[in-house]
Each structure stands twice: as structure tokens, then as C-alpha cells.
């Protein structure tokens, strides 16, 4: 037995299919089925049984499967793991963020702890929504990360770090423009567009507008405030955003929401699990310090 031939039946129990588990391995058909005829000879038992062009699980199979399943994602684990310490060897440090944070305060954060610290080290940043900066972090793909709370990693290590204020956006020329602050039940009847539940930021929004106004009419979703600026202008419809330096760029009204602050809350996340270099310990205890002159920059930054 070896391990190309436990990826191979794996991979075979999860198409249920000679030729897309083939496809997938980047192997011919022929010599997946040697291998699983040498694996069953090995194990002294059928492992698969065929139903016409598919394959399904024997009893043995299945309990072969929970074996494979947990050895293969154990060594993976392993891998990453290693490959994790030896880039913290090498003085990198990877950090995953949320658009507004990459773009805004942390390319400032790294200049200034490089200026102020003793220790210099590589830092590699990664552009991604929060639930994918949480799943790698989990991996092992990142070191630490700036995102939103992410419920099914309530696991790691959440530090509030900023809060980004929640503000409608209107067309200069629409209705709402007089207006400078308002209740979200007064967007009743209003055609809002908003961020895409299938993201952190979405689903903090909706949940905060539909706690006070059931009724609200949210007709489409996007994933940024760029597109969701976009399209207010376009299509004269109101949408409800976080107020940050990337709608500078267009010719749009302000009004100010009555919503709790911490509906857009930003944390520095991290597995406590996780044995770090003291390099990226001391930028974590960095980052720590400096979260009132992050919240400031934010502010700031963030157009008035």
C-alpha cells in the first residue's frame, strides 16, 4: 500500500466514476483500476461495487473511506503546518484582509512597525471577504487576519479593532438628498441595494435593517461599495454601505443611519492554537497597541 493509492481511492469513492476520478488524478483510467485492484487484493476484500457506469462503496469500502478520509486530511494538515513555520523561518508574515483594510491602514501598520521595531520582517498580504480570511487562517494559510466576526470560526481569536460607520448613499438628485440622517423605516418603500448575504458585511446589514424595518424592499445585492455606488448613481436607488475611503470617487449624497456602531466591526483574528514566530507574536502585540490610532486613520480616511 502506498499513498498515491489511497488519493486515488479517495478520489474514486468521492466521483463514484472511473473516468472523473481519472481526469481529476491526471491519470489513465487503466491504471486507476490496477490500483484499486491491487489495494483490495492487499485488504483481502472488494472494496467498490458497480451500478452500471458508477461505482458506490462496499461495507468494507466505508470502512476503509473513514480511515483514508481522516490519515489524508491529518497528513495535509502536517504539510501546512511545516510549510507555515518554515515561512515564518524566513522572516514572512502572511496577512489576510478585508478590501478596506489592505487598501487603507495596514500597508501604513507594517511601514511603521518595520520603523520602530527592532525585527523586519517580509510581509505578504491577501485580498480576500472574511469567511475565506477565517477558512485560511484554519489552513494554516495566513499568520493572522483582518476581517469581520465570522460565526462557524467562533474557534479563533477575535480583538476588536475598528468600527466602520454604516450610512445610506443616494444620486445628488434623488428625493433623499435634502436629507442627512434618517431611521432605516424610513427607507420603506425605497428600491436599497446592499452587500450580498453570502459575505460577513451582507448578511451584519441585513439583519441590522430588517431588525428595525421587517418590510424593507432590498432589490439587489453586490459585493462592494464600488459596484453598489455604481449602481445608486445608475439606477437613482438608495444603498446602504459602509462609509470608507473607496466612495471618494463618486458624486453621491451622505445620510446617516440609525444603526448600533459595532454593526461593521473589524478584528484582528488569529488561531490561539497556533505556535507563532516571536516575530509575528510582536506585531500582533503591535497591532494591539495601536488600535485607537487605527480606528483615527479609518475615520479619517473615510470620506466626510
Not at 518554515?86 to 507594517?110: E, R
Not at 491577501?126 to 487576519?145: A, L, T
Not at 470560526?153 to 436629507?179: G, S
Not at 509575528?280 to 479619517?300: G, P, R
Request: hydrophobic content about 40%; glycine content about 4%.
Amino acid at each position: 500500500m502506498n499513498l498515491n493509492q489511497l488519493y486515488y481511492f479517495q478520489e474514486l469513492a468521492d466521483q463514484k466514476q472511473y473516468t472523473k476520478a481519472a481526469e481529476n488524478l491526471f491519470i489513465s483510467q487503466p491504471t486507476l483500476s490496477v490500483s484499486i485492484k491491487q489495494l483490495e487484493t492487499e485488504l483481502h476484500c472488494k472494496l467498490f461495487k458497480h451500478n452500471g457506469r458508477y461505482v458506490q462503496l462496499t461495507e468494507y469500502g466505508r470502512i476503509f473511506y473513514d480511515t483514508v478520509t481522516k490519515t489524508l486530511a491529518s497528513l495535509e494538515y502536517g504539510k501546512k503546518k511545516i510549510a507555515q513555520k518554515i515561512s515564518q523561518d524566513q522572516g514572512n508574515i502572511h496577512i489576510a484582509g478585508i478590501p478596506t483594510a489592505i487598501g487603507i491602514f495596514l500597508p501604513y501598520l507594517t511601514k511603521k512597525y518595520q520603523q520602530e521595531s527592532a525585527i523586519s520582517p517580509h510581509f505578504i498580504y491577501h485580498d480576500n471577504p472574511s469567511y475565506q480570511i477565517c477558512e485560511g487562517i484554519k489552513n494554516g494559510w495566513y499568520d493572522i487576519g483582518i476581517c469581520s466576526y465570522v460565526p462557524e470560526f467562533n474557534y479563533l481569536t477575535y480583538i476588536p479593532l475598528y468600527t466602520e460607520e454604516i450610512i445610506a448613499i443616494v444620486a445628488p438628485d434623488n428625493n433623499l438628498a435634502q436629507i442627512n440622517r434618517m431611521s432605516p423605516s424610513e427607507l420603506q418603500g425605497e428600491s436599497i441595494m446592499t452587500y450580498s448575504t453570502k459575505i460577513q458585511i451582507g448578511r451584519d446589514i441585513t439583519n441590522a435593517l430588517l431588525a428595525v424595518a421587517s418590510d424593507l424592499h432590498i432589490i439587489n445585492r453586490l459585493h462592494d461599495e464600488l459596484a453598489i455606488a455604481g449602481q445608486v448613481l445608475t439606477n437613482d436607488i438608495v444603498g446602504v454601505v459602509a462609509k470608507t475611503i473607496y466612495l471618494s470617487g463618486f458624486d453621491i449624497h451622505q445620510i446617516q443611519l440609525d444603526l448600533p456602531k459595532n454593526i461593521r466591526q473589524v478584528y484582528l483574528v488569529y488561531d490561539p492554537n497556533q505556535h507563532f514566530s516571536a516575530g509575528i507574536i510582536d506585531f500582533i502585540d503591535f497591532i494591539k497597541s495601536n488600535k485607537q490610532e487605527i480606528q483615527t486613520l479609518v475615520d479619517n480616511l473615510a470620506i466626510k
